[in-house]
């Protein structure tokens, strides 16, 4: 099945610095990466996905790139806030109506202000 | 967007009784529901897939038994953690996911279990 590693487990940063989170999948068949951020105590909320026929997608100030060939994604975020303090799992997929989503450990990204 | 209910958000129980909690799309028919149980500073872990009118298909080592799945309908899923017991404490959260939505999911608000 799918293995998903996520570096770092924790990322400290100041405030207006960019944080860059990263993962590599095992399955060359997945196509569908998204990246979920939750809160303490709250549900996983999804951020932004990317799937294999793109090498980057962005919003505002959230990247994800990805590379097929070498298994491995990233989310960048510039510009950080304290309000971005918070755990990001990266995901990954085969696109289908019954595939089931293999998450990363989760990385906790803290924004001192 | 799709908005996913969970319920309850907390529950308190003694060990050996069971524990239901329910999963809800709001806005959306869920043909397909997960289960997961998250441990503090941990990954969400799935436990089970549900589809409708079907039986759920539970990961390796989660025993089927002791927690019981029903995704009767659409919009419901239900999982009962049977005969509880204090190792059973743990953040459950559901997600559900529709043939509309594709492969994205939507997640419930989860359920803190604790044992005593």
């Known amino acids: 099945g799918e293995n998903v590693e996520q570096h770092p487990s924790t990322l400290s940063v100041q405030e207006g610095d960019s944080a860059v989170i990263k993962c590599t999948y095992s399955?060359?068949?997945?196509?569908?990466f998204p990246w979920y951020k939750q809160e303490l105590g709250k549900r996983p909320q999804l951020i932004i996905d990317?799937?294999?026929?793109?090498g980057e997608k962005k919003d505002q100030r959230i990247a994800v790139t990805l590379n097929k060939t070498a298994k491995h994604f990233s989310l960048h975020i510039t510009e950080t806030q304290p309000e971005d303090s918070a755990v990001y799992f990266c995901?990954?997929?085969?696109?289908?109506?019954?595939?089931?989503?293999?998450f990363g450990k989760g990385t906790m990204l803290l924004v001192s202000p | 967007g799709a908005v996913v209910s969970q319920h309850p958000s907390w529950v308190i129980c003694k060990s050996g009784t069971s524990v239901k909690i329910e999963c809800r799309s709001l806005?959306?028919?869920?043909?397909?529901m997960f289960w997961y149980r998250q441990f503090p500073k941990q990954s969400l872990m799935l436990m089970a897939t549900?589809?409708?009118?079907?039986?759920?298909?539970?990961e390796q080592g989660v025993e089927k038994d002791k927690f019981l799945i029903n995704h009767a309908s659409l919009t419901l899923s239900t999982l009962t953690v049977t005969s509880a017991h204090p190792e059973d404490s743990s953040f459950y959260i559901c997600?559900?996911?529709?043939?509309?939505?594709?492969?994205?999911?939507?997640f419930g608000s989860g359920t803190q279990l604790s044992v005593l």
């Open positions: 997600s559900a996911r529709t043939g509309n939505t594709g492969e994205k999911l939507f």
């Open positions: 399955d060359s068949a997945s196509n569908y």
């Open positions: 990317i799937r294999s026929n793109v």
């Open positions: 995901a990954a997929s085969i696109s289908s109506g019954y595939s089931t989503l293999t």
């Open positions: 806005d959306f028919q869920a043909t397909t």
């Open positions: 549900s589809n409708e009118g079907s039986k759920a298909t539970y």
